[in-house]
């Protein structure tokens, strides 16, 4: 799900700062560790990615090495709540609202939707957009936006913000992925072919592209060619996709009445 960080390092009461400068562009990152910082970025790209095992594990290393780190404390935090694990939310969210570092406005009103999260507010997109419009160059403050809209149920709202952030991102790969889902919530598959179609093509050694490619597949009962797509995937790595497959040959064969005739990968 978009995040890549220039580095800066200040000196500020004695602790260390890395973040990211021109902080009217970028959002900034607070953390005491070179380290740390370095481990989430790679989080980060493994969330945009949908590595999804690797993106919990790095960003739980990085805060072996900072504990108060604050964002990777949100983004567990905020994946956790968007998978519905709410023991796990109530971890990350704690930590990260009780962090004690000096968090920039950014990284302050992230915490205050945490806030209103753990109180039971379900929209919080009012903070979201008044991120957009903090940073409406960084595909960041787009990501935490969709993400708010993604828990108030506002598919039609996640369109609109997913087709700004395609045009300031300098990868949009990840964001034509979401909206290629986005459009399937909304019944809009030929929209939805065209983002995944998309994100294919900024990204054909990713083998989630194929999976995803697989899931349009399987919304429009095209078993046959959901079932490659998905084995598509699962050649390229043996995590993805298998499950699927087997599901969607299932399917075909009960739908079509005959056997699916398997190609080699």
């Known amino acids: 799900m978009k ?16 973040s990211q400068p021109a902080k009217d562009k970028f959002l900034s990152v607070t953390t005491n560790s070179k ?3 370095s481990l989430y970025n790679q989080a980060m790209k493994y969330f945009d990615d949908v590595f999804l095992n690797k993106a919990i594990e790095t960003c739980k290393k990085a805060l072996d090495q900072d504990p108060d780190f604050f964002m990777a404390n949100y983004q ?5 709540l968007l998978n519905r694990s709410g023991d796990n939310f109530d971890e990350y969210a704690d930590a990260a609202i009780n962090c004690k570092a ?11 939707a945490l806030v209103r999260l753990k109180q039971g507010t379900i929209n919080v997109t009012d903070l979201g957009r008044k991120l957009v419009e903090m940073y409406p160059n960084d595909p960041n403050s787009y990501n935490n936006l969709v993400s708010f809209q993604s ?22 790969a990840s964001f034509y992925n979401q909206l290629g889902y986005a459009y399937l919530t909304l019944k809009e598959s030929d929209k939805a072919e065209v983002a995944f179609d998309k994100y294919i093509e ?5 083998p989630n592209v194929y999976d995803s490619k697989g899931d349009y597949y399987m919304y429009i009962k095209k078993y046959d060619k959901a079932y490659e797509s998905y084995m598509t995937a699962y050649s390229m790595d043996s995590s993805f996709s298998h499950e699927k497959a087997e599901l969607a040959k299932q399917l075909y064969e009960q739908t079509e009445g005959k056997k699916l005739e398997i190609n080699s990968i």
């Open 202 to 206: 900024l990204e054909p050694k990713n």
């Open 151 to 172: 828990l108030a149920g506002d598919s039609t709202g996640i369109v609109e913000i997913l087709n700004k952030a395609v045009k300031i991102a300098s990868n949009p």
């Open 3 to 18: 995040r890549m960080f220039l580095l800066a390092m200040l000196l500020i009461t004695g602790t260390l700062i890395f």
């Open 102 to 112: 000096k968090l920039n406005d950014a990284e302050e009103l992230l915490k205050e």
């Open 76 to 80: 567990l935090a905020s994946y956790y």
């Open 35 to 37: 380290s740390a910082l």
